[in-house]
DNA sequence: CTGAAAGCGCTAACAT
DNA sequence: ATGTTAGCGCTTTCAG
């Protein structure tokens, strides 16, 4: 069995200190440069591992972050992440990363997990079924920094980073209104879940204006990340005879042309189809999908910008301010929503 | 700013020792059973939470595997991960994941990383880039078990969960064949990667079993995972009139397929896709792509089984025996690649 | 069934 | 610039 080096070997061996080793380690400036030197060479040759448990032990914290994540299934899910990493890796943070599978009561587990490995700060994207954040309150009374982003709490009391997805679903029915739809079926998850609610809210903000009544037959709430479910909702709607879909989901929004096509419907002549997230597929799949552009990646990095910021500042005694990030989102129109300008440049 | 409870502070209030505590919060079956249900009571009236980190550096281990990928981009990938934490969660056993963005700079990184944190072991995909394993010796002087899937070290002395990429590759190829295609082109990544090679010397196998002999021309090396990478594949392969297109990603064949509708061709009338990976997007886009299918969630389940395995079995002293697990994959024919048999029956 | 003592490996205070 | 001492919070002998 391999005998594990310590500071002590290393000290013992250059017959200095313990304390002087673990200084030269960290390069300490305080050190001469000619011990730190040596103290590194036979760091090397004795194969010396920095104990990173020991360290953080003494240190009381742990120098990573926790991300609870509802789910890892998504494009977008992947770019945050890819943000959260890139700005925690330059802040020699490490990532302790989880997901719940939109099950609360693992989001609750996870989170007691995080809390106990001494976590030094939390990303968060909620699940579908979680109600409320009381598992959150361990962290709010250690002052331990959370930031929650895209399916956020209602509670103002935290940090957020979200984008504006009323305004999006706004835009997104007002597009297709302006196509001359005029009966707009929309498919969307769970509505206690901030961005699918808000998302509705605008859609319904646009039928408003435009004195369209809304309907809600027109409505159908599933899993948009269930090809089943997904069919099912589009099967039902279709009873309404609707002229246009706007799918919260592009992965469902693809499962929706796909049937549309089957039952020899044409799209976007016979009915229009709107998505969003601005996933790969949506370039990829015939007609193109339009759809609203989400940052993952930029809000990863604002997210754990954010994050590191409160960690910094935490003097433990003032309280932090919450604060809200709005990220600019976009849409994008491709050909799967353009009724009446099957001849126009595509504003993309 | 909140105070920590500590074992010590739920002894002084119950008049025992920090060492009952410590056993009582374990469930220790020594401790009388009344003895453990006031600790776990008055711990909660504390809001004691354990400290992973103390614990650990006594107990000389983390619990944690650590996870090294490639990259997060794919569908697979994320399968693969649902599959590991599938069995570690079973296994009481945390993840701690660091992917590489395809840099092996960045992968030798991540293993001293994993190192220092004192990981029980770890799960490794390669980076395209990473040309030796060096980095991994203080895992196996250690006997830290190391359990590599899918993009494995073509060294033997180790132990690997893997698919027959050979047989895959010629499995398409023939399929190809046998619907009249004579010049397939192939498009596939780094060659020194051994999923990639190896599903080149199958297509390989095939051809000079059909008496096609290879052409280099009829192939590009890209980076398959890059949409403008692989349009200029593409692009340049045509200038040789392929009839068909064995592509060892389904995201690149898509857009394969995007390409050659563009160019006013026919699929699979005029040109004949094969993907790999059973993604998605496969099945989405029009006409459905071919392909084989990689089931990453099994090949994770496995890859942390043989993991866990040794991590018990690792009585320090006898070398663990390594061993390749190969596991089952399958041709999917879907519409892409059926030039032959446009009227019979898919057997997806 | 419970406790005393020691120590995992490191770093922070406080010297010098 | 370096050393001494103590302790982070837990678990593990060993002893009773």
Redesign the interface.
């Given at each position: 069995?391999?005998k594990?080096i310590t500071i002590y070997d290393i000290a013992k061996k250059l017959g200095i200190s313990a304390t002087t080793v673990s200084r030269g380690l960290n390069d300490n400036p305080l050190i001469n440069k000619k011990t730190r030197e040596k103290i590194h060479q036979t760091a090397k040759e004795l194969?010396y591992?920095?104990?990173?448990?020991?360290s953080?032990?003494r240190k009381r914290h742990?120098k990573t972050i926790g991300i609870l994540l509802h789910e890892?299934?998504s494009y977008f899910v992947?770019a945050v992440?890819?943000g959260i990493?890139k700005v925690a890796t330059a802040e020699q943070y490490?990532?302790?990363?989880t997901?719940a599978g939109e099950d609360s009561i693992r989001e609750i587990a996870n989170t007691k997990?995080l809390?106990?490995?001494?976590v030094d700060g939390v990303i968060v994207s909620l699940t579908l079924s979680t109600r409320d954040i009381a598992h959150f309150n361990?962290f709010f009374?250690?002052?331990i920094p959370v930031v929650f982003f895209d399916r956020v709490p209602g509670d103002a009391n935290c940090s957020k980073v979200v984008i504006d997805n009323f305004k999006c679903g706004e835009l997104a029915t007002k597009h297709l209104i302006e196509q001359g739809c005029k009966k707009i079926a929309h498919i969307t998850a769970d509505l206690t879940r901030n961005v699918y609610n808000d998302r509705f809210e605008g859609y319904k903000k646009a039928l408003e204006e435009h004195h369209i009544k809304f309907n809600k037959k027109l409505l159908q709430i599933c899993n948009v990340s269930n090809k089943e479910e997904t069919i099912a909702a589009v099967d039902k709607l279709l009873g309404q005879k609707p002229d246009a879909f706007f799918i919260t989901n592009d992965?469902a929004a693809?499962?929706c042309i796909?049937v549309l096509?089957k039952k020899g419907l044409r799209v976007p002549e016979d009915i229009a189809v709107f998505g969003f997230n601005n996933d790969?597929?949506g370039d990829?799949?015939?007609p193109r999908l339009s759809t609203i552009d989400y940052p993952g990646k930029q809000m990863g990095e604002v997210a754990a910008h954010e994050l590191i910021k409160q960690l910094k500042s935490v003097d433990?005694?003032k309280k932090t301010s919450f604060k809200s990030i709005v990220i600019p989102s976009k849409m994008i129109i491709r050909e799967s929503s353009l009724k009446k300008e099957k001849n126009k440049n595509p504003l993309e």
């Open positions: 069995m391999h594990e194969g591992r920095h104990n990173t448990i020991a953080n032990l742990s890892v299934n992947t992440l890819a990493e490490d990532l302790l990363i997901h997990n809390l106990n490995k001494r361990p009374e250690r002052n992965f693809a499962v796909d096509h790969l597929i990829l799949i015939t433990r005694h």
